[in-house]
């Protein structure tokens, strides 16, 4: 599985973006997907996932009620809209997938296959 993240840039406090990943591959419904992110100076950490189907999501405390999630099985693609952005979500985030799924979708253990990163910059 091959994942290709994009839709970081600069973007002004109180501001949106969408991230986009897309996966190679035919069993891309299979996974559980999710995005975490890495600030300077500090560990990676969950921000959201998705199940299989779309019907079930999670998120951290942190981005929950400004972030959705969300997956179109059919283009192979995962999503992340952030919205009410703060400088705090400066990070380069990153996609990732678990091909068996378990009860706990925020451990990064958990996933198999990482993208290479998109940085997202907050300016305050």
């Known amino acids: 599985v091959q994942l290709q993240a994009s839709g970081g840039g600069l973007v002004q406090a109180g501001g949106s973006l969408r991230l986009s990943c897309a996966a190679s591959?035919?069993?891309?419904?299979?996974?559980?997907m999710g995005w975490f992110r890495q600030a300077p100076g500090k560990e990676r950490e969950f921000v959201a996932a998705?199940?299989?189907?779309?019907?079930?999501?999670s998120y951290a405390a942190s981005v929950k009620g400004r972030f959705t999630i969300s997956r179109d099985n059919a283009k192979n693609t995962v999503y992340l809209q952030m919205n009410s952005l703060k400088s705090g979500d400066t990070a380069i985030y990153y996609c990732?997938?678990?091909?068996?799924?378990?009860?706990?979708?925020?451990?990064?253990?958990?996933?198999?296959?990482w993208g290479q990163g998109t940085l997202v910059t907050v300016s305050s």
């Open positions: 591959g035919r069993t891309f419904s299979v996974y559980v």
């Open positions: 998705i199940s299989r189907s779309g019907g079930s999501t």
């Open positions: 990732a997938a678990d091909t068996n799924p378990s009860a706990n979708p925020s451990a990064m253990i958990q996933y198999d296959y």
